[in-house]
């Protein structure tokens, strides 16, 4: 695993979160383990709150939204500004922390309800926003390995996904995964979105495809 330049020298720019959580089955202890080792070498390792996802066997879609949903609702309830979540199997950019420093600073200054720091974008182009060079526009993309939410759309999002069985179900029926909610809802102009350029994280599957992070490949290396 490549080690980045002096980690520890400095605060993580991740830490500008007011929480980072990742989300990890409990049965997945290895997963956990080499999570934990790319936390470490971006220096957030502390910060990272681990929490247990939800387990439904027949459709890891349902265990996926509710897990995100209950994320949200935790930090919600903590009174938290934004909120920073990874999948356990996350993996990180070369440059990573160059590239975030970058990012938070920016994100200080406008107006965002989720930020992708990585995401499938299925060949789609984003233009960059005014004067930046690490923010892009996002458009409608999939995947969650990766992603900011800010508390302007914590009541947003739970109020949308239901919490009682037979709501919930019909919720899930109507968007399949909790990616393609968001995607939807960026797609209307519910959400804001921004995505980071480079993508500093991605998952093993998407290095394989050119619509995703193919050109990168080589540089996901954390």
């Known amino acids: 695993m490549h080690r980045p330049v002096n980690p520890?020298?400095?605060?993580?720019?991740?830490?500008?979160?007011?929480?980072?959580?990742?989300?990890?089955?409990?049965?997945?202890?290895?997963r956990w383990q080499?999570?934990?080792?790319?936390?470490?070498l971006l220096g957030m390792l502390l910060s990272v709150e681990r929490v247990p996802a939800i387990v439904t066997a027949e459709n890891h879609h349902r265990g996926?939204?509710?897990?995100?949903?209950?994320?949200?609702?935790?930090?919600d309830r903590r009174g938290h500004e934004h909120m920073l979540g990874f999948e356990d199997d996350v993996v990180f950019l070369d440059d990573t922390l160059v590239v975030v420093d970058e990012v938070v600073g920016e994100l200080r200054a406008i107006e965002w309800d989720l930020c992708y720091f990585g995401?499938?974008?299925?060949?789609?182009?984003?233009?960059?926003?005014?004067?930046s060079s690490v923010l892009q526009e996002c458009g409608s993309v999939t995947c969650t390995h990766a992603l900011a939410i800010h508390r302007h759309a914590f009541a947003e999002i739970l109020d949308?996904?239901?919490?009682?069985?037979?709501?919930?179900?019909?919720?899930?029926?109507?968007?399949?995964?909790?990616?393609?909610?968001?995607?939807?809802?960026?797609a209307e102009g519910t959400l804001?979105?921004?995505?980071?350029?480079p993508r500093v994280a991605t998952q093993p599957a998407l290095r394989n495809y050119a619509d995703a992070d193919l050109s990168l490949a080589d540089r996901y290396v954390i």
């Open 160 to 186: 949308d996904i239901p919490v009682d069985h037979q709501s919930f179900e019909a919720w899930l029926d109507e968007y399949i995964a909790f990616d393609q909610y968001l995607a939807r809802r960026v």
């Open 192 to 197: 804001r979105a921004v995505i980071t350029s």
């Open 64 to 75: 996926c939204a509710l897990s995100w949903r209950a994320m949200i609702e935790m930090a």
């Open 119 to 131: 995401a499938c974008v299925h060949s789609r182009e984003f233009p960059f926003l005014a004067g």
């Open 8 to 30: 520890t020298c400095r605060d993580s720019p991740f830490t500008y979160f007011d929480a980072i959580f990742c989300l990890n089955l409990d049965t997945e202890v290895r």
């Open 34 to 40: 080499e999570a934990s080792q790319r936390f470490e």
